[in-house]
């Protein structure tokens, strides 16, 4: 699934293309993406409509339109976008410039909401929590968010309105460069400890920024092209292989019933 890094590569890479750009036909054909609202309205809705900007929030792109409306696209599991035809396309954008956007989407848990100027900041502060490589995002907001939990680290880590952004990935590496077990009760964590989280979170999401994100299933850039960060990963997706700081071995276990890597060295449970 798509995480901050994925999205912020994605986004980077469509604003140049769209900004500015007339949707000058909109074609949805998969009612589960705009559902409970149909999908010929909401494909009027954007039809001549102008991209203003191309944002990101959390783990969802947000294109402001000159009309005052903006398009909140949750890519889930597999959703992507790209400029060439490709299978399991479930919209379409035909560009002023005569360029085509294809949203492709395998699994069909993506989802494009058409909300109003005033409806846009409620929605989103119901969903998530501080961007975590902005200033809200401070050791304080952590730490009062995961002292009020005492569910395992990890969990309270995927929790949107804790952290927007963060998700299996990255919450494992945040971890394992924090030195903390995701086992730990939330509440448990020192003020020390917390401030260690949030400056962790920070790089783990930095690097894979640079590195255009993770490429594992579906996920591709717009242009085509996969990420790299998958090659620098430390402790995602690694059982049994050595901890890249104490040579221990990788352990796996489930957290939330998600797949969770760790080192049980440098992030011992007690
Ligand atoms: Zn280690």
Known sequence: MPELPEVETIRAQLAP??????????E?????LTRPYDLFEVAEE???????????????LLLRMASGLALLVHLRMTGSFGFAPVTHERAVALLDDGSRLAYRDVRRFGTWLVLDGAELEPYLATKNGPEPL???????????????????LKAVLLDQRVVAGLGNIYADEALWRARLSPLRPANAL???????????????????????????????????????????????GRDGQPCPRCRAAIAK???GGRGTWYCPRCQPSD
Do not use: C, H, N
């Not at 949805?28 to 589960?32: K, T, W």
């Not at 902005?134 to 569910?151: D, I, N, V």
């Open 46 to 60: 954007l039809e001549g409509d102008v991209v203003v900007a191309v944002e990101r929030r959390g783990k969802y």
């Open 17 to 26: 293309r769209l900004e500015g750009r007339a949707l000058a036909r909109v």
């Open 253 to 255: 276990t489930r957290v």
């Open 28 to 32: 949805i054909l998969d009612p589960r």
């Open 134 to 152: 902005g200033r809200r995002f401070t050791p304080a907001w952590l730490e009062s968010q995961l002292s009020r939990r005492k569910a395992p």
């Open 190 to 236: 020192s003020r020390d400890e917390a401030v260690r989280l949030t400056r962790a979170i920070r790089a783990a999401l930095r690097t894979g920024i640079q590195r255009q994100g993770s490429t594992l299933t579906d996920y591709r850039t717009p242009e085509g092209a996969s990420g790299s960060m998958q090659e620098e990963f430390r402790v995602y």
